[in-house]
Structures are given as structure tokens and as C-alpha cells.
């Protein structure tokens, strides 16, 4: 079972934390056929934390878990504590795959997206 | 003429800054023929900040520009300091038309951009 985690920073308001939540119901319509679970974790201030979102995907029987940090900027969140996060988890469950993708800023379809954006609005 | 202002948070992180530095050069590669002119701005920690922003873009000839928030959350940035400076541009510019896009995080396109980085790296 392949299992999307999306890992999002964590905000001390709850509306925001919620935005991240709507997204990944989106992302879970969108992923049909591709993935068989997604889900999101938070690195702070908000719940479940990124080892507690893996440890349930583990759980519930994902041999493979993507986990996609959802940060616009290659900080110390996404350079060093979330891989020692991941790296914690490899060895919690040896059995399962868990693979850490780069951050949402550094994809080069950003420029598009945000063309896209404008586009929407009637600019482009 | 048109102006296309992507505005970020900026960070103490130069690095980070940087990387939305080089965004905007890509993102004025993919603009061509939609743009004039693409630049970017700082809420803070970074300079231009998005006041200066406005004005030098104003003042290079631009007729229109175009604002979009790289942001992820609807927090208080996006949703009341952001709208403050581009009210007060339009008192400083009233014959620049200054258009404030929803921000990057509330784009539908979203859920399909998370999936291609996951794809890119041969995960769907």
C-alpha cells in the first residue's frame, strides 16, 4: 500500500492548520489510482506530528510512505530536522520504504503555477 | 506596460531569499509575452520591501501590476498587512491600476503540482 504524507510546518492559528487539511482532501481526490492513502502531518504547533502521521500510515499497512514537505523555502526545517525526523522513523519500521521528496519551492513547475494564478484572474 | 510583483515573506536565511530571487528568474523566462517585467519583493528581512517594490515597477513605466503573494497560509500576512500596503500604493500610484492575486496556497492547481513532484521523482 502506497501511502502520500504530506508534511506541512504547523501554525498556532487553527485556520491555517485547517487550509493544509483542506488541501490534502483535494490532494487525496487527485491521487486516485496512484495512491492508496494521503494523509497530513505537522512539523509544530498542530496535530499529528510528522512521526506520529507515519507511524499510523505504518500502521495501517503502507509498505511504501512519500512524504512531501509542503515549504516554500530549503530552511533548517526542510535541510535538517525533518530528515532526522525520517531517518528516526527508517528505523522505527525497517519494513516500510519511506522516501522524502523535495520541497514544494524547489519544483520547477512553480513558475507555471504561478503564471496559472494570474492566468485565473484574468492576467496573463 | 505590465508588471508581474511576486511578494514573499523574505527571511534571515539569505539563502532562502535567494531562492525567490531565482524563482523570479524563472518565472520571468516563462512570462514572456504575458509580462513586461517581473520582479520580486519582501514583506521584511529582505530587501526591496513591497512599498519599494511598487514604486520602482510604477516608476519603470508600468501601467499595471500585477501582485501575487508566495505564501502558503491565509494567515494575517496575506490577509490584512498585505492588502494595508498595496491600499496605501494605490494612494501613492492612482494612475497605476495595482492588483492583489490570491495567494500561492490557495490556488486550485495546488493538489496537481504536489502530485507532479511526486511523479518527477517516479512516485504515482
Redesign the interface.
Known amino acids: 500500500m502506497?501511502h502520500?504524507l504530506?508534511i506541512?510546518h504547523g501554525?498556532r492559528?487553527q485556520?491555517?492548520n485547517d487550509?493544509v487539511r483542506d488541501?490534502t482532501q483535494?490532494?487525496t481526490?487527485?491521487?486516485q489510482g496512484?495512491?492508496d492513502q494521503v494523509s497530513c502531518a505537522f512539523l509544530e504547533l498542530s496535530a499529528p506530528s510528522i512521526p506520529e502521521g507515519i507511524d499510523s500510515a505504518a500502521r495501517q499497512g503502507a509498505h511504501?510512505i512519500?512524504v512531501?514537505p509542503?515549504f516554500?523555502?530549503?530552511?533548517?526545517h526542510v535541510g535538517t530536522e525533518i530528515p532526522k525526523i525520517i531517518a528516526s522513523a527508517h528505523q522505527r519500521h525497517p519494513q516500510v520504504t519511506i522516501?522524502l521528496?523535495?520541497h514544494?519551492?524547489a519544483?520547477?513547475?512553480?513558475?507555471?503555477?504561478?503564471?496559472?494564478?494570474?492566468e485565473?484572474?484574468g492576467?496573463?
Open positions: 502506497k502520500l504530506l506541512a501554525s492559528r485556520q491555517s487550509e488541501l483535494q490532494l481526490a487527485a491521487a496512484h495512491f511504501s512519500i512531501l509542503y516554500l523555502a530549503a530552511g533548517q522516501t521528496l523535495p514544494l519551492g519544483s520547477k513547475a512553480m513558475p507555471s503555477l504561478l503564471l496559472s494564478i494570474a485565473d484572474m492576467y496573463r
